[in-house]
Nanobody, 124 residues
Framework: QVQLVESGGGLVQAGDSLRLSCAAS???????MGWFRRAPGKERDFVAG????????DYADSMKGRFTISRDNAKNTLYLEMNNLKPEDTAVYFC??????????????????WGQGTQVTVSS
């Protein structure tokens, strides 16, 4: 059983940066992992995904060039570096792990472990 705990969220101004972390209690080195977010009144959306080694990544179009996903398997930790934040990035951010596929996937239904989320609020 894997438990995921996100941290690093907070209240920032537009244009600022934040780095989210997701610490896994179990070994996730051979899992695909990802970040999702849920904005107020909206469904959960894919943000970024990464394969088991970190060598392959994928981003939602609106995050390309601003967000960077990475992982440190030795520390069982997933990261999301967010730059040039915008008010529309305000959401609860969740990390997720896919124990059945080591590659990158976008579909939330394919992830079987989820964190509780961390709030990111961007003021204009």
């Amino acid at each position: 059983q894997v438990q995921l705990v996100e941290s690093g969220g907070g209240l920032v101004q537009a244009g600022d940066s934040l780095r989210l972390s997701c610490a896994a209690s179990g070994r996730t080195g051979n899992y695909g992992m990802g970040w999702f977010r849920r904005a107020p009144g909206k469904e959960r959306d894919f943000v970024a995904g990464i394969n088991w080694s970190g060598g392959n990544t994928d981003y939602a179009d609106s995050m390309k060039g601003r967000f960077t996903i990475s992982r440190d398997n030795a520390k069982n930790t997933l990261y999301l570096e967010m730059n040039n934040l915008k008010p529309e990035d305000t959401a609860v951010y969740f990390c997720a792990a896919n124990s059945k596929w080591a590659g990158v996937v976008r579909a939330a239904t394919l992830y079987d472990y989820w964190g509780q989320g961390t709030q990111v609020t961007v003021s204009s």
